[in-house]
């Protein structure tokens, strides 16, 4: 993965992006996947607690981002059945990356040949009618981030489940912060192994 120039480039990015609130749960931009420890049922686990320092909880990072994670993915874990311990079974990381793309767009634009008046008169338009259209091709440049929850087996030393959403960064967005987190790992606790209770 290529990430950004600079931490702190990358670090100011994503708490924009947050504070803009790309991802809402409806958000058809965000794609979510997950990795299981085919030998692990996380059934197995009872307790659970968080790194000391999250990947998101560095210098760069704002202290509202990691603490907002925290709440939400303990909202989700006990949900599930799990208990946070001073001697978890499982810890969880949150970290960010983020990269720069680029997107190519190129499509039949009539206007560029021949006009709208072309050779036959009034109305006609160049292209399927036999009179050559043309192209357009337009070239942007955007950054798509990640967000990646991590669970840790503590005795083993060795991760059992990470779930990831991709999302492109942009600056349309409304919601709040709290919000668009909590909407992130809603998201992706859609597949974790173990699900959440239908609510009564």
Same mark, same amino acid.
């Given at each position: 993965?290529? &990430?950004? @120039?600079? *931490?702190?480039k $990358?670090?100011?990015?994503?708490?924009? &992006? &947050?504070?803009?609130?790309?991802? =809402?749960?409806?958000?058809?931009?965000?794609?979510?996947? +997950?990795? #299981?420890?085919?030998?692990?049922?996380?059934?197995?686990y009872?307790?659970? !607690?968080?790194?000391?320092q999250?990947?998101?909880?560095?210098?760069?990072?704002?202290?509202? $981002?990691?603490?907002?994670?925290?709440?939400?993915?303990?909202? *989700?874990?006990? $949900?599930?059945?799990?208990?946070?311990?001073?001697?978890?079974?499982?810890?969880?990381?949150?970290?960010?990356?983020?990269?720069?793309?680029?997107?190519?767009?190129?499509?039949? !634009?009539?206007?560029?040949?021949?006009?709208?008046?072309?050779?036959?008169?009034?109305?006609?338009?160049?292209?399927?009618?036999?009179?050559?259209?043309?192209?357009? #091709? @337009?070239?942007?440049?955007?950054?798509?981030?990640?967000?990646?929850? !991590?669970?840790?087996? =503590?005795?083993?030393?060795?991760?059992?489940?990470q779930?990831?959403? @991709? &999302?492109?960064? =942009? !600056?349309?967005?409304?919601?709040? $912060?709290?919000? +668009?987190?909590?909407?992130?790992?809603?998201?992706?606790?859609?597949?974790f192994?173990? +699900?959440?209770?239908?609510?009564?």
């Amino acid at each position: 993965m290529k &990430f950004v @120039t600079t *931490q702190s480039k $990358l670090a100011i990015g994503i708490l924009a &992006f &947050f504070t803009g609130a790309l991802l =809402t749960a409806c958000a058809p931009s965000v794609k979510v996947r +997950s990795d #299981t420890d085919p030998g692990v049922d996380m059934r197995q686990y009872q307790t659970y !607690d968080f790194f000391s320092q999250m990947g998101v909880e560095g210098d760069n990072y704002s202290n509202l $981002l990691g603490q907002h994670f925290r709440d939400s993915i303990s909202e *989700q874990m006990e $949900l599930r059945g799990y208990r946070k311990s001073d001697a978890p079974q499982l810890q969880v990381n949150v970290s960010i990356g983020a990269e720069e793309k680029i997107k190519v767009n190129t499509y039949q !634009d009539p206007y560029l040949y021949g006009g709208y008046y072309g050779m036959h008169g009034y109305g006609y338009r160049g292209g399927p009618w036999g009179y050559p259209g043309s192209t357009r #091709t @337009t070239v942007s440049q955007y950054t798509e981030a990640n967000v990646y929850i !991590d669970m840790v087996d =503590t005795s083993e030393h060795k991760m059992v489940w990470q779930g990831v959403a @991709t &999302f492109r960064v =942009t !600056d349309k967005m409304q919601e709040k $912060l709290r919000e +668009s987190i909590y909407n992130t790992v809603n998201s992706v606790f859609t597949q974790f192994p173990v +699900s959440a209770p239908a609510p009564q």
